[in-house]
C-alpha cells in the first residue's frame, strides 16, 4: 500500500497539529509520485485534451466534441461543438470571457463568480501542488468511502476561504474525487467531480474520466478524453478575448 496510515502517534495535543500536517503533505507527494513525479509535472508547460462531453439537454442526450487547452502560468480555454456552432469558455491569467452559441456569437467578459472558477481551472498543477506558496492550508481529516473504495479526505482551505475536499484513493495515492461548493447565477451548489481511468502522457498521469454534477443529483456530464497532447505550441492569443467584431451597416433597398 503506497499510502502509510498516520504514524507516530502522539498523545500530547501540543503535537497532533504538527503530526497531521506531515501526514497531509506525506500523502501529498506519494500522489505526485503515483503519477510521475513533480519534476515530470514542472516539465510540462502546456497541455490539449480532446474528447467528448456527454449531457442531457431538453433535447435529449448528446455527446459534444470537446478540446481543453492550458498553459503555464495560468491560461486556460474550453471550446465545445453544440450543433456545429462553437461554445469558448476562456481565461488569460486576467480576464473570463466566453462565446454562447445561443447569445450574440460575440466573445464577451464572464461574471465574477465564473471567472473565478476558471482561474482555478487554469492552474495546471492543481490546489495541492505548492499549496503552501499559493496560501492554502491542508490538513487530513480523515477516511471515507468513494463508490466503495476507501479514501483518504483532504480539506484543502484556500487563499481566498474557498474550502474544497480532495479524496485520494487509499491503495494508489491517485486523486479519484474533488467535492466542492460553487455559486452558479446567484445560487450557491455543492459539486463534485469523480476521477479515473488514468493514462500516461509525457511521463505524468492524466483521469480521462471526468463526471461533474451536483452533489446527490443524477444528473451528470461526462467528459471522456481520447487524446492528450503535451507541450503543444498554443499561442497566447487564443486565451485573450478578442475585440469585438465591426457591426455590419444596413443593407440598402
Known amino acids: ?31 505526485l509520485e503515483a503519477r510521475g513525479g513533480l519534476d515530470k509535472l514542472k516539465a510540462i508547460h502546456s497541455i490539449r485534451m480532446t474528447g467528448k462531453m456527454s449531457v442531457v439537454t431538453p433535447m435529449g442526450p448528446m455527446e459534444l466534441p470537446m478540446v481543453i487547452e492550458l498553459k503555464r502560468p495560468a491560461s486556460f480555454r474550453a471550446d465545445v461543438t453544440v450543433q456545429g456552432t462553437a461554445a469558448v469558455q476562456a ?19 464572464m461574471p465574477a463568480e465564473a471567472a473565478k472558477e476558471m482561474a482555478d481551472q487554469a492552474d ?38 474557498d474550502v474544497e475536499y480532495y479524496f485520494l484513493d487509499a491503495d494508489s495515492c491517485l486523486p479519484i474525487r474533488v467535492e466542492a461548493k460553487r455559486t452558479i447565477r446567484g445560487t450557491e451548489i455543492e459539486g ?19 463526471q461533474n454534477g451536483a452533489k446527490g443529483r443524477p444528473e451528470k456530464q461526462n467528459l471522456t478524453v481520447e487524446k492528450i497532447e503535451v507541450n503543444p505550441t498554443i499561442d497566447d492569443a487564443r486565451f485573450r478575448m478578442p475585440a469585438a467584431k465591426p457591426a455590419e451597416a444596413p443593407k440598402k433597398d
Open 91 to 109: 481565461y488569460d491569467g486576467k480576464t473570463a470571457w466566453g462565446i454562447s452559441p445561443q447569445g450574440t456569437g460575440q466573445a464577451e467578459p
Open 192 to 210: 463534485e467531480s469523480t476521477i479515473g481511468d488514468y493514462k500516461e502522457a509525457g511521463g505524468f498521469l492524466w483521469p480521462e474520466s471526468i
Open 124 to 161: 495546471l498543477d492543481g490546489a495541492l501542488v505548492d499549496y503552501k506558496a499559493k496560501g492554502h492550508q491542508v490538513e487530513l481529516v480523515g477516511k471515507e468511502k468513494v463508490e466503495g473504495s476507501e479514501a483518504y479526505k483532504l480539506k484543502v482551505t484556500k487563499k481566498d476561504g
Open 1 to 31: 500500500m503506497l499510502c502509510q496510515a498516520l504514524r507516530g502517534l502522539v498523545a500530547g495535543a501540543l503535537l497532533a497539529a504538527p503530526a497531521a500536517a506531515q501526514t497531509a503533505d506525506e500523502l501529498i507527494a506519494k500522489s
